[in-house]
């Protein structure tokens, strides 16, 4: 399957299914025997995505597997990069085993906080462990992911990535949410990597920002904040979703 700058281990299953989450993070299936597989092939080959970012402008008919993260910074992270992570997986596709692998150097204090649909979740070192999971299974949890990046003038950097739902050589449709509570004082939002667009929607918030996304492909995120008055906003359609 290939490496990532992050350096997560992947495991390249029969099957070939490989989900690549946030913090990051990336979930393996194990499918029993060719009956799951055969099961999902007329769905999974219907539309083909090689791996290029397409944005989807009207969400699928069909469930997709969600990802909802919920990051919240404090000053400390402003210092040391930290951040506190609460992160929920919904409609997981149906697998006897998986596993969600963090990288070992961005994410710490893991804990399963809700499952529903999972026979059994259990955390071992940076990765969490699943056993018996049915169609629309949900999984939550908790834990403190590395993904600040303070810079020299006081702004700093939020980075997430790459999510991707992949099969063989194919990429899928995911739906990806994303909080970013912000740190006591004032901040302004001065980029965004995607820029605001239809499948890819930055709304801010009394909080942080709130960012949806409908996509196939690999999504990576950046989010530059500054201190309010120190730098120029983004453009006017950002800021009128405040």
Known sequence: M????????????????????????ALYGNPAD??????????LTASVN????????????????????????SGRSLNDGWAGLYQCHTDLDPVP???IVFNAGRARHL?????AGIERAWVEGVSVQLQGVTP??????????RVVVPQPDGSFLVRNGPFMRRFLDGFYPMHVRLEIVLPPGDWTLVHSQPAAQPGFEIT???????????????????FNFTPAGSGNSMNRNTEEQE
Do not use: K, Y
């Open 204 to 222: 801010r918030t009394a909080q942080g920002l709130d960012v949806d996304a409908w996509f196939e492909g690999e999504l990576r995120t950046e």
């Open 34 to 43: 060719d009956a799951w597989l055969d099961a999902h092939d007329e769905a």
């Open 50 to 73: 090689e791996g290029e970012l397409a944005f989807l402008e009207q969400p699928p008919a069909e469930a997709v597997h969600a990802h909802h993260n919920r990051i919240t910074l």
């Open 97 to 99: 085993a998986a596993e």
């Open 2 to 25: 290939g490496t990532q700058a992050t350096d997560v281990l992947f495991r390249n299953w029969p099957t070939g299914w490989l989900l690549a989450l946030v913090f990051p993070a």
């Open 136 to 145: 629309g299974a949900r999984l939550c949890l908790s834990g403190e992911t």
């Open 111 to 115: 804990q399963v906080e809700e499952l």
